[in-house]
């Protein structure tokens, strides 16, 4: 335990009103006060200063949540000056990093030291405590989602106070690695890690029918298998993923699978235009411009390709001006109580809608068909589960909602849209 006595009090950082919005514009608030703490002690007092005043607290990461996640009219944290790693386990293949690091400055420090993470998504720019608390992952039929490497952390309580979470806690280690910041301020992490790697990436089209009679085949034979459907030509144009008709069989411009694979590799480095082979985090990212508003639910993997048609149908019959591609990936079931993929093989299916435009009856289709397959969300991405819906759908809902009340009975880090979930 460690309480901070540095004496801080939230306005020491300054009183603000001013709006906070999230990286794609459609989650804001108006915060009450907001403070960038550099220090573990410096973020104690703050969270206790503002408890004590009965304000509500909320860590914002990286504001890469589709979801009201990270809003509150109370005090608004962000972690960006507590960041960096802090030590490296070279014979665990461990790290411990702030909790405001991001991913993209993270692999850096693991290239030079020769290690990798074991899997990646496919934005590699949010901070490392909101990314993996919210249920990121990458695709791999045998990789589990992110969290799955954390093997400690430290949270501050509401009191200032710090819990610090390893091995020797595991059913709170096993809650807190997907909590979306409900247990505690994540001020550090510890990861597994795996010696450095390269991957050799492929992409190629192929047209919708190809891609489910390949489906099998290749989420067993690759380490990395995902595809994006495209329902039109402009469609790619929206995710900015690469034309990859002249790897195409059919010659087709519309209607058709981005596919990709990636494998670990010997081969040296090298690039061109649909292939390549580099350092395992050099290959995981890829652009993207911030004009969507996504959806995504993990499906049970043996449900992934009846649901995806059944999506692709509703798409080009019912709603044709979603243009926006679909994301299919894989991701293998984990322990984390409130994991999307708690003890559950997985494939994700991700859709988005246009911002400025009215989307809500399309996602609410597909929602109503990714849910009759007992899918459950991520965190972080847009969904309309209800407190009820969560206790149907996760098994440990109610175990996790007692630690959380134990922890934190008054709800300060919770805000309307948790509290519907969680309290």
């Known amino acids: 335990m460690n309480t901070s006595s540095h004496g801080m009090t939230v306005n020491d950082f300054g009183l603000d009103h001013a709006h ?17 703490p550099a220090s573990e002690d410096e973020l104690c007092s703050l969270i206790a200063g503002a408890t004590g005043k009965g304000m509500n607290v909320r860590v914002a990461g990286s504001g890469h949540s589709f979801t009201p996640v990270a809003l509150t009219n109370g005090l608004h944290l962000t972690l960006a000056n507590m960041r960096g790693v802090k ?21 850096k420090v693991l290239k030079a030291e ?28 045998k990789l ?28 709170l280690l096993l809650a807190s690695r997907v909590s979306l910041g409900t247990l505690g301020a994540i001020s550090e992490m510890t990861l597994q890690l795996t010696d450095s790697y390269r991957l050799k990436e492929r992409l190629w089209r192929e047209d919708f029918e190809s891609a489910m009679e390949m489906h099998d085949e290749l989420a067993e034979k690759h380490r990395h298998f995902s595809f994006f459907w495209c329902p039109y030509e402009e469609s790619r144009h929206l995710y900015c993923l690469p034309d990859t008709s002249a790897t195409s069989k059919t010659g087709r411009t519309a209607d058709v ?38 959806l995504e639910y993990a499906v049970p993997v043996q449900s992934g390709k009846e649901a995806v048609r059944a999506v692709r149908k509703i798409m080009l019959e019912d709603f044709p001006e979603a243009k926006f591609p679909i994301e299919y990936r894989f991701t293998a079931g984990d322990e984390a109580w409130m994991s999307p993929f708690y003890r559950q093989d997985s494939v994700t299916i ?30 972080g991405k ?12 996760y098994p440990k809902a109610g175990e996790f909602r007692a630690l959380r009340r134990k922890l934190d009975p008054d709800g300060f880090y919770l805000n309307d849209h948790l509290s519907q979930l969680f309290r």
């Not at 020769?114 to 039929?141: E, K, P, R, V, Y």
């Not at 400690?152 to 390893?166: C, E, H, K, N, Y």
């Not at 596919?259 to 082979?277: G, L, S, Y």
């Not at 009856?361 to 990714?370: C, T």
Request: net charge negative.
């Open 382 to 393: 847009m969904h309309f589960l209800t407190g009820e819906d969560v206790s149907s759908i």
């Open 144 to 171: 589990p989602l992110l969290a799955d490497c954390i093997v400690g952390m430290r949270l501050v309580q509401p009191d200032g106070s710090v819990i610090t979470v390893d091995e020797t806690t595991p059913d």
């Open 114 to 141: 020769g290690l990798s993470m074991l899997n990646q998504g496919d934005i590699d720019s949010q901070a490392i405590a909101g990314a993996f608390s919210t249920g990121t992952h990458g695709t791999g039929a």
């Open 87 to 107: 030590s490296i386990d070279r014979e665990k293949r461990r790290v411990t990093a702030s909790a405001g690091t991001t991913i993209n400055e993270l692999v």
């Open 350 to 379: 991700s859709v988005s809608g246009q911002p400025g435009v009215d989307y809500w009856d399309y996602l609410r289709a597909v929602d109503k068909i990714l849910r009759s397959y007992g899918a459950r969300p991520h965190w």
């Open 20 to 36: 906070w919005r999230n990286w794609v514009g459609n989650q804001t608030c108006i915060r009450a006060a907001r403070a960038a």
């Open 257 to 294: 699978c981005e596919m990709k694979v990636m494998d670990i590799t010997t081969e040296a480095p090298f690039e061109r235009e649909f292939e390549k082979a580099a350092y395992s985090s050099d290959v995981y990212p890829i652009e993207y411009v911030a004009n969507f508003h996504e």
